[in-house]
Structures are given as structure tokens and as C-alpha cells.
């Protein structure tokens, strides 16, 4: 790790973690965090490159001199859970994680270097794997690995998915279509007398429209003052439709003396939030790159399309679509497929545009977010798209809190700046995948 530093990062680093806890300020305290996060990330990756050398040494006294073989020891997992007091499972899962890494030669470099940490090494391992051929696995390790040392596991793992999908568009189809044929429901008891339903295997589109019309339902009843939470209420209404039940007998605890309309009219009113992105030459059939399904991530080529028709011709559906350029990403055209989103067009605008909420790193659905005034309304702050952005209800109230400060100098580009000084850039979001022409 340590010859990866420049000389005045080093300086930096020992200067910071030798000085007293009790002396040190916000900002100081924060680099000794990562500092010390970027020490963990090189002693795991020296843990496993240990384990990779232990798989390839030959059995032999504990006195006798080593001796390596090409032979990957197929019982190396044992080994390391015996040595660590560790469960076969996790002996298994880290012996095969530093066998992987031996085809992603640039993941084990940024871990040693602390550029990324175990988490992230293991979301790319596992992202990769349904790749069969090794170059493939690095053109996307290629693809992530420089942005990935200030993002999330959670956009690591969408933005792998997206480059599996583009590496390889066919195999990807023949995934989706062999993981949908093996779908099903299963029940099982958990504790306490209660148990969960798990429906699995369904096309992502359909998910997503069913958590739409859930969320439409549950805001439809607390609009009408019911008091349960709500993913009270979600169980509520989706055990009384699985049970064929009316909706007005979906409650464990106070039933509502006057129930909603939650079919067609409730969803008119509270419609499904479903925003489907999608480079230009996608939806007009000239390319295969890989559309996003707002909270779900990438979906193939076919899903896209299959998706924009269906909604299409449906008069009651909810939803709406983006088409981005395929150079940058961003956003150069939105279409309605319904008039009846009870929000406005700005807000629309506004929440396809910025695609999760705009706080560091936040991967909340900016559907689901709050509107928000870069610059307060009471602050004569106006009421435009360059004043706008989307924020989770948590990240309105760390705003509001006033320890923190954010700044919109141009649309779609934010800037925090956190109670101890350090800044953070929000960049525009490219909501799929940029690629140079020709496409």
C-alpha cells in the first residue's frame, strides 16, 4: 500500500495518524478514518494473496522447505476456515474470492493500494463471474475501476451489471430467460408465529410496476389518515390480494371506516412512479446498449422495448420515459406515456433528470424523492429546473438541519459541503451507459 502514496500523501497520512485523537478536528478525524480503511483494504489483500499461494503450496512437514504446484488445492476452503476459526462457508467464499482475482489483476492492485475496499472487490468478483471469458471480465473490471474508489457497493454492482449486459447483450437475454423460467413463490415460517411469502424469478418490469401500484395503494390510505406505517401497509395489501381478499379487509390492526378507491381510479391519482431510461439509438431499434429501470437498474435491450410498447398502449398507465444521448448519458428528450401524474412537469423534469437523489452517493429514487429548493422558496430561492433537485426525505432534513450545505451552480451539478469543511461534487447523472461514436 504504501509505495502506491505520492510523498506528500505519506507525510500527510503519518502526520494525521500520529497526532492525539482528542487534538484533532473534524476534517483531521476524517482522514484518519480513511486512512485506516485503506490500511484494512491492503492487509486484505495481502490475506488474499496468502491464501492464494497456500492453495498452490504442495502438502509437506511444517519444518520442510515450500514447495508450489500449478495444482489449486480444491479443499483450500477447509484450510483457511480450520486456520481462521472460521465456518467452511466463509473459508469457501474467501479462498474462492482470491481465486478470482487472479483473472481481474487490476481489482487487486486498487485493493492493495486501499483505492477500493473488500466490500467492492467482492461486488466486481461476483458481478464478473457469470462472464465466461476471462478478457471480458477485465474489459469490465476496465469499465468500473476508476470511478469505483468514490462510489458505493451499490452502484459498483448496478454499474457492473450494465457492462455485463453491454460486453455480451445475448448471453444476458439467455440469462434472463433461463432465471424467468425457474421463477416460483416460496413459504416459509420464521419466529414468533409469523412467516414470508418470497415471489422470485419475475421479469424486472413487472416488479417494478407491482411496487408502483403497492406504493400508489399505501399513499392513497394515508392520505385518508390511516395510522399504520407504511410497510405495514404494504403487507397488509399484499397479503389481502395473494389471499383474494378485498382490499377494505387489508389490516392486521385498525380497519378503515371508509375505504378508498385503490383499482383504476387510485392508481389515476396516485399512478405508479415508473421511469424507464434508455440511449436514443436503443428505442429506435439501432443499438443494444442497456436501458435503466429507475430503482432497479440495467434491463435488456428487449425489456425496454417490450416495456415503452406496452405502456404505450395502455390508457391507464402511469409512467414515463427518457431518451439520453449516447455519447454522454444524459437526458436529451422525456416522454409522457400518460397525462395523469399528479405532479407537474417540472417536477417530472427535474426527478428523470437527476435520477436518485442528490446527496453524495444516495441511491434513493429520485420518484420517490422530494422536490426540493436548491435555494429556499422563503429565501426568494425561484421555482425552475436550476433550482431543483431531488432529495430523500433523510437527506431534505440533513439540508434543512443547516450543518450541512449544498449549492446548485449549474443545473443538475450539486455541490455539499459537510459541517466540517469537506466538500463533495455531485456530477450530472448519466442515466446510461456513454459510449463514443459510431455506436
Known amino acids: 500500500m504504501f509505495d502506491t502514496l505520492t510523498s506528500s500523501e505519506a507525510l500527510q497520512l503519518a502526520a494525521v495518524c500520529g497526532k492525539d485523537r482528542a487534538d484533532c478536528s473534524g476534517v483531521e478525524l476524517e482522514d484518519r478514518l480513511r486512512a485506516r480503511e485503506r490500511m484494512k483494504a ?226 389515476r391519482r396516485n399512478g405508479p412512479k415508473l421511469v424507464l431510461t434508455a440511449p436514443i439509438t436503443t428505442l429506435l431499434d439501432l443499438g443494444t446498449r442497456p436501458a435503466t429501470l429507475a430503482g432497479y437498474g440495467p434491463v435488456v435491450t428487449e ?10 398502449g395502455d390508457p391507464d398507465a402511469t409512467a414515463c420515459w427518457a431518451a439520453t444521448d449516447p455519447v454522454t448519458g444524459q437526458v436529451v428528450h422525456t416522454g409522457r406515456v400518460s397525462t395523469r401524474y399528479f405532479r407537474g412537469l417540472l417536477d417530472e423534469h427535474v426527478k428523470i433528470r437527476d435520477g436518485h437523489c442528490r446527496f453524495p452517493n444516495c441511491r434513493h429514487p429520485a420518484m420517490v424523492c422530494r422536490g426540493d429548493h436548491t435555494t429556499n422558496h422563503a429565501d426568494n430561492g425561484p421555482t425552475c429546473a436550476c433550482n431543483a433537485g431531488a432529495l430523500c426525505a433523510h437527506h431534505d432534513l440533513v439540508k434543512q438541519s443547516g450543518t450541512w450545505t449544498m449549492r446548485q451552480p449549474e443545473p443538475g451539478h450539486f455541490e455539499w459541503t459537510d459541517p466540517h469543511g469537506r466538500e463533495y461534487v455531485v456530477e450530472p447523472v448519466q442515466l446510461t451507459d456513454p459510449d463514443p461514436p459510431p455506436f
Not at 480444491?74 to 476456515?81: E, K, L, M, R
Not at 425489456?303 to 404505450?312: E, H, P, S, V, W
Open 42 to 267: 491492503w492487509l486484505d489483500a495481502e490475506s488474499l494473496a496468502d491464501v492464494e499461494a497456500l492453495a498452490h503450496t504442495a502438502p509437506g512437514p511444517e519444518d520442510g522447505p515450500p514447495r508450489r504446484t500449478d495444482r489449486w488445492d480444491p479443499f483450500i476452503g477447509d484450510v483457511v476456515a480450520s486456520a481462521l476459526s472460521w465456518t467452511r462457508y466463509a473459508g469457501e467464499t474467501f479462498a474462492g474470492l482470491a481465486a478470482q482475482l487472479v483473472d481481474l489483476p487490476g481489482t487487486r492492485v486498487a485493493l492493495a493500494a486501499g483505492r477500493i475496499d473488500l466490500a467492492k472487490a467482492k461486488v466486481l468478483a461476483a458481478g464478473v463471474a457469470v462472464l465466461a471469458d476471462p478478457l471480458d471480465r477485465q474489459k469490465v473490471e476496465n469499465a468500473v475501476l476508476g470511478r469505483a474508489e468514490t462510489r458505493t457497493t451499490g452502484w459498483l454492482r448496478a454499474e457492473v451489471a450494465a457492462q455485463v449486459v453491454r460486453i455480451n447483450p445475448d448471453a444476458a437475454r439467455e440469462r434472463h430467460e433461463r432465471r424467468v423460467a425457474e421463477r416460483g413463490v416460496d413459504f416459509f415460517p420464521d419466529e414468533d408465529s409469523t412467516a414470508t411469502i418470497r415471489v422470485y424469478g419475475l421479469p424486472v418490469d413487472e416488479v417494478a410496476e407491482a411496487e408502483a401500484y403497492l406504493r400508489s395503494c399505501v399513499d392513497t390510505r394515508k392520505a385518508m389518515g390511516d395510522e399504520r406505517s407504511r410497510p405495514q401497509l404494504r403487507a397488509d395489501l399484499a397479503s389481502a390480494m395473494l389471499r383474494g381478499k378485498p382490499l377494505d379487509e387489508a389490516t392486521t390492526v385498525s380497519p378503515l371506516t371508509e375505504v378508498p378507491d385503490v383499482t383504476i381510479e387510485g392508481r
Open 303 to 312: 425489456i425496454a422495448r417490450q416495456l415503452t410498447a406496452k405502456l404505450a
